[in-house]
């Protein structure tokens, strides 16, 4: 049988929860999708959220070293970070500004951004070869490392926002 990673559940309610202080600090402010980026991170930058002995959180501009800005953008908009029962973890998170009851989804970007994430592919188009990390892909697959990948979707209608989590790390 295959059970959500118990350390995960835990960091998925957290991180819901600290989104819904951040609408709650962003929603009646006047937000433009090119301003939502920056609205989120000062908000985030700025809140003292509880750190215990088990959970350690923070979050960032996007900062690896390996994703460089090409086009004018990163595969993700704020990077959450910390450790959770003393094991590390990363969730990138993109931040939307749309309408939230909309059928038309972006799933095959984010599921590209996913993957390559996951797996450290350095490059937004791929052109020739890569070649995957074994050690870190092993720290990933093992459980010593929390990896996932998280969109922040902000109604531009002011109907309100969600949070989802792709909670795929999975252990027996």
């Known amino acids: 049988m295959v059970k959500v990673n118990k350390e995960?559940?835990?960091l998925a309610k957290k991180v819901r929860k600290i989104f819904g202080y951040v609408?709650?600090?962003i929603r009646d402010k006047d937000i433009s999708e090119k301003k939502l980026d920056s609205e989120v991170l000062t908000v985030l930058k700025n809140t003292?959220?509880?750190s215990r002995k088990t959970l350690k959180i923070s979050?960032?501009?996007?900062?690896d070293e390996i994703y460089k800005v090409e086009a004018g953008r990163t595969p993700y908009d704020?990077?959450?970070y910390g450790e959770i029962n003393k094991k590390e973890f990363k969730i990138f998170i993109n931040n939307k500004f749309g309408n939230l009851f909309s059928n038309a989804r972006n799933d095959i970007t984010t599921y590209n951004n996913l993957?390559?994430?996951y797996l450290g592919i350095s490059k937004q188009r791929l052109a020739e070869e890569?070649?995957?990390d074994r050690k870190l892909i092993l720290k990933r697959v093992?459980?010593?490392?929390?990896?996932?990948?998280?969109?922040?979707?902000v109604d531009n209608k002011k109907r309100g926002y969600n949070f989802f989590l792709k909670e795929y790390h999975v252990s027996n």
């Open 142 to 153: 093992s459980n010593e490392e929390i990896i996932s990948y998280g969109v922040f979707v």
């Open 78 to 80: 704020l990077l959450c």
């Open 115 to 117: 993957i390559r994430l």
């Open 23 to 25: 609408y709650e600090r």
């Open 48 to 50: 003292e959220f509880l």
């Open 8 to 10: 995960l559940e835990i």
């Open 59 to 63: 979050f960032s501009e996007p900062k």
């Open 130 to 132: 890569i070649k995957i």
